[in-house]
């Protein structure tokens, strides 16, 4: 299925955030990197594979936790946060070269 590239972010906010990648899921709309500046875990949570830094990846790998994500069913996982429009989590996982991990 091909579809348009790129939904363009329209934030609504006036600056300009920088955004981080989740490491385990890809999503690039990260509002909090999973480490701050020093390494130590943000305990922010992804809002799309729910995976809570610090904690969730303290005893497992990023790989194994995306794992876990996609065959659960690659779901977004927050109530609270809508996933963004046109959002796909196959073109997701693409786009962060995490393609290796998906099932076949
Ligand atoms: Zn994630």
């Known amino acids: 299925m091909v579809h348009p590239q790129g939904a363009p972010m329209s934030s609504s906010g006036a600056t300009a955030r920088s955004t981080f990648t989740c490491p385990v899921c890809g999503f690039a709309g990260l509002t909090e990197p999973h480490v701050d500046p020093t390494g130590s875990p943000t305990y922010s949570i992804c809002p799309c594979c729910g995976v809570h830094f610090g904690n969730d990846d303290a005893d497992k790998t990023h790989v194994e936790l995306r794992r876990e994500w996609i065959e659960g069913g690659r779901a977004w996982w927050s109530q609270n946060q809508p996933p963004p429009e046109g ?3 196959e073109e997701q996982l ?7 991990a998906a099932p076949n």
């Open 94 to 100: 693409k786009v962060a070269g995490f393609k290796d």
């Open 87 to 89: 959002w796909d989590a």
